[in-house]
Structures are given as structure tokens and as C-alpha cells.
């Protein structure tokens, strides 16, 4: 996240950082700067001696000690956040020791929820960029631009891009969604050791259509609707053009785009580059991970699975996709596997009378309408000034006059076993659906995934209370244990967090020229492979306190499955050893004046 005037050189105990910053040059640039712990020779060499304090504190413990102490200063959630940037800019080594010593109280605040709120407030608390910004207006500066960042064609592993239409759950945040790239990143690091002097974080500013920010005198991006169609796939393509060019063995990653240009996106690309689209492939294997340990808990095999999935968006199809990949692995045609899953969306359950209104990638898990004609209907009040989340929509919403076949019908229906929501709707997994739907089956499977926390379509305590202690759950936050009748229940967090960042440090290591479906289930795999544990009440996935151990357990996977399917462009005798190679940890390395 910081072009720098400085390099990191040697491997293992002997890495040491060279550089020619000299005096208050060292102390202000936060990939340098050591603070109070720069020796007294490297003071005197890099002429910074007599600017700092005359005690030299040599590791980070004291320093820790005054940041988490300034940290629980701070008095919101949101001013934290704010606090840890603020040090970041400051130290970068101090920053990313202070997450990982308390990965689990900080990364919420970091990450997910509470960067929906940094995005939500940008241009009030903006103070200092740290993306590059480029924008559908001048699609001619696009790679002049991201040369600006400073970085050579080998410094660049990774960059995370938003156009932020579809942040989190929170909707279209235009130029504000530069976070989401920026928290992204923090996490690759944190959790998976990706260097953060090797990432670009970069929004897409292409408009909004947010009222609240066009009509903000202080928001920070261009104050125009969103633009669509072809100007929007030129602007994409001048960027994925640029960043080939530019940093040629980089990972692509896109984050938070709208249901109608993610999937076209990442189709375009995924045949010829390193690039992911997180919330649909990230998501889809995150959630395939968790399923593989609930579904040998619930012992019903894969094949008998019937599966709704609530809010059919990117995310919603992703993990749809995934599980039909994952049940026709089993033995079912690719057809047959489709058929166990139900998508259910604003227009109900998605039927194949509706196709004309339908997103591609919606159409073959349409049920015939045939099957499903006898079934209620209930009617809907439609907003005419709703959101129109795809063109068809608004047209589907006229002929959804006589009611649409919603979720408590669908699972009285199709008793499934197992709910998944990425619908943004908070509480529509209620009481009575959740109840009906335990009342089929022994051990229901129900992932409330919608961020941030408030979106989620149930609590975990509601469910383990409404199914008696017998749900196999997951969520898309963090959320605490919860006790029911003596048994304290661990809460999963199936965020994509917990699988991406050893996706990308696999394909970095590897130098994987594609990122392949086999290597988002090797990942979905290996997260599932590290919570083993049964018993009642256990987590379905890996604890974030463990991230740097998933995610490394993760590469390794997938630098194998790279290697094995002949598309790693790195030679690697030892994958383990090169995944341990390609990490960066936060702590202080000698600095040599050169
Ligand atoms: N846990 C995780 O790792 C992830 C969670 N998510 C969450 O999933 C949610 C959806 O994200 P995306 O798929 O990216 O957004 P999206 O906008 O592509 O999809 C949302 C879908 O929900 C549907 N929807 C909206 N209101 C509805 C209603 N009242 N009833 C039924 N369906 C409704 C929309 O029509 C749309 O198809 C967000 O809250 C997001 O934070 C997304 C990615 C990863
Ligand atoms: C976690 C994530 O990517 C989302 O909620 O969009
Ligand atoms: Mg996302």
C-alpha cells in the first residue's frame, strides 16, 4: 500500500531492509520507520539521531503497549478504526504486529463490519490517500495513473479493485468504496503474510447512484449516476490492460461489484488471467468449506442435499455454483445437481416463467414453473422507487402482481436441508421458517451470511435456540459464543476472509497463471481440513485467532493443485518452503544506509 524508497533484501534470518531515505526522510515514511526501536547505529548511519527519544526500546513490546493502550482510547468502534490507519501511515511493521498479536478483536474493526462504516463516513473522516483512484471520465490517464503508484513491473503481486456498487451489504458508496479495497488488503496481510509493499488498492470510480453522496458538498468522487454498458467494459478493460502491462505478475482481485457486472467481469478475464472475483468464488469456497464438515456432521450425504439459497446475487450464485460443482462431484450429472438447489430472490422463488426477467447465471437453476404451480402465492407490496438492482427487475416487479412464491412457502415446500441467505435482508429467517424447517430434519444446516452484522437474516442465538440446540451454523460477521442447555456453541465465520487470503498467497507463490475451479475447492478443502472437531457445539471452520495457519495450509494446497495441474509459472521443489519464503511478517528488520 506504500510506494517505496526502500527494499527489503536477503531471505530468512538474514532479511534486512537497504535504503538511501536519510534523517526526518526514514522517520515519515511508514514502511521505515522503527520509532523508538532504530538502534543507535542505525541513527547515526541513517542521520536520524537526536530526532527521536534517546531510548532505544530495540523490539516492538513497549510500543505495542502504548498502541493497543491508545486503541481502547479511542471511543467508538469507528474511531478506532480510524486510529489504527492513522498508525499505519505512521508505522506500517507496528500496525500489522498490533493486528496479529489481537487478530480477533481487531480484525472486525479493521474489516468487516466496521469498514462498512468507514465507507459510509469517507468524506467526513478523509485525511490522506492511500489507493489509486481512477475514473471512467478520463479512461485515458488509467495507466499513467497507476504508474504513479512508483512501482516496477516486479514489485506488484496483488491489487484489490472496487467499483463499489454493491459494498458489503450497504449498497453503492462510489468513491468511498476505496476502503473495501484497502481493508481487503489488510487482511491479505494479516492473515496470510502478503506483503503490504507489494499491493495496490484501487477504486473504480465510474459514479453512483447514491443520492445521500451526490448530494454530499463533501464527497470525493465525481458527481454523476452510475455509467453502464459499453463506456463501463472499456473502462474495465483500459484498467485490466494497464495492470498487465504494468505489474505483469500480478493477482487481479475484484471486490463488491454489482450482481449485473461481477460475474460478466471475472467470465471475461478468468480463462486468461490470474484474477478472482471474491464474493462469488471466494464466497462460493469459503462456504463449501464450512459445508464439508456440517454435511458429514448432518450425516446426509451431498446427494440428498436439498439446498435454498436466499438473495441471488453475486455472492448467493457463487456459492450456488460451487455446491452443484461439489454435489456433482458425487456422482450426480452436472443437471441433476442443479436440481437440489433452490434460489430464492425479491421475486420469490426464481421459476422459469420469470426467465425473461432472470440474470444469466440465474437461468439453469430455474425451477419449471410446472412443478411449483400449485404452490401459495403471497402478495407483495412493490416500492416503484425500490432499487433496481437489474434492468428486468423493475419489469418482474409489475408481473409480480398476484404474489410470488416466497421463502416460508419455498421451504414448507422443499424442506430443505440446508438455508443459506445473501439476501441483505436482516430477520427473514424467522422464527416460523426456521422452526418448520427443523422440524424435517435432524440436523439443519442454515448460514446467515449477509454483512455487516445488522443484515443478517438471523442471529446465531435464535437459531440454536429455534432449532434446539440441532442447526449447523455459520455466519457472514463475527459473532460471540452463544450457551444453550449447558452445551457453549462456537460460532463459524464463513466470510470469504477466511479463504482468500491463502488463495492469493498460493497463487503468488506459484505464480499460478489462472486461478481454476480446482484450486478454489483445494482451498475450500484445506479451511475445512483445519476444524476437524465434532462434538456438539464445535465451529464448522477455523477460528480467525488461527488465520495465519489456515491461510498458509491454504497456499500449500493450492501451489500443489497449481503445480499438478501444470499452470504454476514458478519453479518449486518444496511448496511449503515457498509459501514460508513468499510471507512477510511484522517485525523489525536491521536497516543498512546505502
Ligand atoms: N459472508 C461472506 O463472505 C459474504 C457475504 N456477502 C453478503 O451477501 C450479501 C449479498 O452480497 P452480494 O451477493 O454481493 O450482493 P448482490 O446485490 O449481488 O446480491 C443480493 C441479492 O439479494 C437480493 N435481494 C435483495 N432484497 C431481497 C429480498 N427482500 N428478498 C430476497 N432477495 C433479495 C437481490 O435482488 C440480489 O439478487 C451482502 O450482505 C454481502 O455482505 C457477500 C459476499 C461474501
Ligand atoms: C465479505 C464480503 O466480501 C462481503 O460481505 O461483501
Ligand atoms: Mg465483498
Redesign the pocket.
Known amino acids: 500500500m506504500v510506494a517505496r524508497k526502500f527494499q527489503i533484501v536477503g531471505a530468512g534470518a538474514d532479511r534486512k531492509i537497504q535504503t538511501t531515505a536519510r534523517g526526518y526522510e526514514v522517520l515519515r515514511d511508514p514502511g521505515l520507520n522503527k520509532g523508538t526501536a532504530f538502534t543507535k547505529a542505525e541513527r547515526q548511519a541513517l542521520q536520524i539521531d537526536g530526532l527521536l527519544p534517546p531510548v532505544v526500546t530495540e523490539d516492538l513490546a513497549p510500543q505495542l503497549e502504548r498502541a493497543y493502550a491508545a486503541y481502547h482510547e479511542a471511543p467508538t468502534d469507528l474511531d478506532k478504526h480510524i486510529y489504527l490507519w492513522r498508525l499505519h501511515d505512521n508505522n506500517v511493521t507496528l500496525f500489522y504486529a498490533l493486528l496479529q498479536e489481537h487478530l480477533l478483536e481487531i480484525l472486525p474493526v479493521v474489516y468487516d463490519p466496521v469498514v462498512g462504516e468507514a465507507i459510509e463516513h469517507y468524506s467526513e473522516v478523509f485525511t490522506r490517500p492511500r489507493g489509486i483512484y481512477l475514473s471512467i471520465n478520463e479512461p485515458e490517464t488509467v495507466e499513467q495513473k497507476l504508474a504513479n503508484f512508483g512501482a516496477g513491473p516486479g514489485d506488484i503481486d496483488l491489487l484489490v479493485a472496487s467499483d463499489a456498487e454493491?459494498i458489503?451489504?450497504i449498497g453503492d458508496w462510489g468513491t468511498n468504496g476505496v476502503d473495501i479495497a484497502i481493508g481487503k488488503l489488510a487482511v491479505y496481510t494479516a492473515a496470510a503474510g502478503i506483503s503490504p509493499y507489494r499491493v495496490v488498492p484501487v477504486i473504480l470510480d465510474v459514479g453512483t447512484d447514491n443520492e445521500k453522496l451526490l448530494n454530499d458538498p463533501l464527497y470525493l468522487g465525481y458527481r454523476h449516476g452510475r455509467t453502464r454498458g459499453k463506456a463501463y467494459d472499456d473502462f474495465i478493460d483500459a484498467y485490466v490492460t494497464a495492470a498487465r502491462k504494468l505489474f505483469p505478475k500480478a493477482l487481479l482481485h475484484w471486490e463488491?461489484f454489482?450482481?449485473t457486472n461481477?460475474r460478466r467481469i471475472i467470465n471475461r478475464y478468468r480463462g486468461t488471467i490470474p484474477t478472482f472475483n471474491?464474493?462469488e468464488q471466494?464466497?462460493g469456497a469459503?462456504v463449501v468449506a464450512a459445508l464439508l464438515n456440517a454435511v458429514r456432521r448432518s450425516g446426509t450425504p451431498w446427494a440428498e442435499q436439498r439446498v435454498v439459497v436466499?438473495?441471488?446475487?453475486?455472492?448467493?450464485a457463487g456459492i450456488a455454483d460451487q455446491i452443484r460443482d461439489h454435489i456433482a462431484s458425487q456422482g450426480l450429472s452436472k443437471e441433476e445437481a442443479t436440481r437440489r438447489i433452490w434460489l430464492?430472490?425479491?421475486p420469490g422463488l426464481l421459476t422459469d416463467d420469470l426467465k425473461d426477467g432472470l440474470l444469466d447465471y440465474q437461468l439453469p437453476y430455474a425451477r419449471p414453473h410446472a412443478e411449483v404451480a400449485d404452490l401459495k402465492r403471497t402478495r407483495v407490496e412493490t416500492d416503484p422507487n425500490a432499487e433496481t438492482?437489474w434492468p428486468e427487475?423493475a419489469a418482474l416487479r409489475e408481473k409480480l402482481t398476484n404474489g410470488i412464491i416466497d421463502l416460508a412457502t419455498t421451504v414448507d415446500a422443499i424442506k430443505p436441508t440446508i438455508l443459506i441467505g445473501?439476501?441483505?435482508?436482516p430477520g427473514?429467517f424467522t422464527e416460523e421458517i426456521v422452526r418448520n424447517l427443523a422440524s424435517h430434519v435432524e440436523r439443519p444446516i442454515i448460514f446467515p451470511?449477509?454483512?455487516?452484522t445488522a443484515?443478517h437474516e438471523a442471529t446465531p442465538a435464535h437459531l440454536i435456540e429455534w432449532t434446539d440446540g440441532k442447526v449447523l451454523v455459520a455466519t457472514?460477521a463475527p459473532f460471540d459464543d452463544v450457551e444453550y442447555k449447558g452445551v457453549t456453541y462456537k460460532i463459524a465465520q464463513?466470510?470469504?476472509?477466511a479463504l482468500y487470503p491463502g488463495v492469493g498467497l498460493g497463487v503468488i507463490t506459484a505464480r499460478a497463471k489462472i486461478v481454476t475451479d480446482e484450486i478454489l475447492f483445494a482451498a475450500a478443502k484445506a479451511v475445512a481440513g483445519q476444524a476437524t472437531d465434532d462434538t456438539l457445539g464445535a465451529s464448522l471452520l477455523p477460528s480467525n485467532a488461527d488465520l495465519r495457519t489456515t491461510s498458509s495450509a491454504v497456499a500449500v494446497e493450492i501451489v500443489r493443485t497449481a503445480i499438478n495441474q501444470g499452470i504454476a509459472e514458478a519453479k518449486i521443489d518444496d511448496p511449503v518452503e515457498a509459501v514460508r519464503e513468499t510471507q512477510w511478517w511484522p517485525v523489525y528488520l536491521p536497516v543498512e544506509a546505502v
Do not use: F
Not at 310 to 316: D, S
Not at 422 to 425: L, V
Not at 494 to 497: D, L, P, T
Open positions: 454493491a458489503l451489504g463488491d454489482g450482481s461481477a471474491d464474493d471466494g464466497t469459503i436466499y438473495g441471488a446475487g453475486t455472492a448467493g430464492v430472490d425479491e438492482r427487475l445473501t439476501s441483505t435482508k427473514s451470511l449477509s454483512n455487516p443484515l457472514g464463513a466470510n470469504n476472509a
